[in-house]
Each structure stands twice: as C-alpha cells, then as structure tokens.
C-alpha cells in the first residue's frame, strides 16, 4: 500500500507569516502533488511535479511556492500567507500523470489568521 | 481547461437502496476517470477506475463512463450508514500528461 505523510497536520499563522508543509512519500512514485479542498471548490491542483528538480504550475498557483528536493520529498512554501490560503492541503503521489492512480496523505490543515 | 462538475450537490438514501451519482466533464480526449470517497476528517479514497466507455464495477461500486456525452457515474449498490461520506469525480486526459482535475464533490447520507 502506498504511503505518502505530511506534515504538519493542523497549522496557524498570522497573515504574512511563512508556512512550509511537508510531503513525503515512499514508493519510488514519480509524480508528486499538491491540492487544495475548499468547501465549493473541491480538490484545486496548486503545483506537481514529475521529479527531483522538476515544478509543473497547476490550476491555482497564486503565492505558492513549491520544492521537489529528493523523489520522496515535496514540499508547499507560503511566504507571506493569507487568509484566503486558510485551507486544507493534502499531498498526494501516482507513478504516471493522468494514468496513475493517485495515493494522498491524510491533508494538512491551515488556518491564516 | 478541462472542467469537472458533479450532482448533486448532496444526497440522502435509506440504507439498502441504490445511490447515484453524477460527473460531467468538458475535455472529450478525456481517457481516465476515478471516483473518490473521503470520510469526515479523512484523506482519499480510490473506489473505481475507469478508461473506456462501459461500466466497471469494484466491490459495491459502479462507474459507468459515456464519453459522447461526457458523462461518468457512479453507483452504490445497497449503501450502508459507513458508505456515508464526500464522493469526488476526478478526470484527466493522456494528452500533456496532465494530472487529475476533481469535481467539487457530492455528500452522501446514508440513512438506517
């Protein structure tokens, strides 16, 4: 079973503050995800990527920065979050873009106050 | 831009009877197709997955795909209270290797 962890589960800030949520995921998958659920907008894709090194933009990229460092590691920055960032993150990874089936983590929730 | 929409927006069945679910999508290239469930609280869970126009059926679950009419659903045959939860259609197409679009979900009650 595939198994991708985040971190942090739960996090508050304050607007402007600087947020790194963490991805990691053991399965030697190649496509790493980031998504966000807001209630009326379903999963929106942030950033993803295809391998280390590698940033594709998504639907909604807007005051987020990403980082694939190693295959297993992908990480969302907010550098001076919002309170329209307030939402919860979930990672996910899959071996092939569009093909594969997707593997998430369990989400992280923020909150920008 | 591929667009995901899913009815209804909410749904409460008595506990036995069959629910049905409803995703259209815009892209017509589109070849892959996955139904999600995600519990209160919880993460994603994959159901079903689906790549050519049929039906494809994994354990109580049911997805039957139309691509000329851009249509994809699911059905859940004799739902329990459990199979209560956040149903999300998600689509992508082979064509630029483009990640999984999601709808924006449909609850599900499942009454006793």
């Known amino acids: 079973e595939a198994a991708v962890t985040q971190s942090p589960r739960n996090k508050v800030t304050v607007t402007g503050g600087n947020v790194t949520l963490s991805c990691r995921q053991t399965n030697s998958h190649n496509y790493m995800y980031w998504y966000r659920q807001d209630t009326g907008h379903g999963l929106r894709l942030i950033h993803y990527s295809y391998g280390a090194g590698n940033l594709q933009i998504g639907d909604v990229p807007d005051g987020y920065k990403a980082t694939r460092t190693t295959q297993e590691d992908f990480f969302l920055l907010l550098e001076l979050a919002s309170p329209s960032q307030t939402s919860l993150y979930f990672c996910?990874?899959?071996?092939?873009?569009?093909?594969?089936?997707?593997?998430f983590g369990e989400g992280s929730k923020l909150t920008v106050l | 831009q591929q667009k995901v929409q899913q009815s209804p927006e909410s749904l409460t069945v008595s506990e036995g009877a069959m629910a049905s679910l409803n995703c259209t999508f815009s892209?017509?290239?589109?070849?892959?197709f996955r139904w999600y469930r995600q519990h209160s609280g919880k993460g994603l869970e994959v159901l079903v997955s689906?790549?050519?126009?049929g039906e494809k059926e994994e354990g109580s679950f049911t997805a039957h795909l139309n691509r000329a009419s851009l249509h994809v659903f699911l059905h859940i045959r004799e739902p329990q209270p459990s199979d209560s939860a956040l149903y999300l259609c998600?689509?992508?197409?082979?064509?630029?290797?483009?990640?999984?679009?999601f709808g924006t979900g449909t609850t599900v009650s499942v009454s006793p």
């Open positions: 998600a689509v992508s197409s082979r064509q630029g290797g483009r990640a999984l679009i």
């Open positions: 892209d017509r290239s589109s070849d892959n």
């Open positions: 689906i790549f050519s126009d």
């Open positions: 996910a990874s899959s071996v092939g873009a569009g093909t594969g089936q997707l593997y």
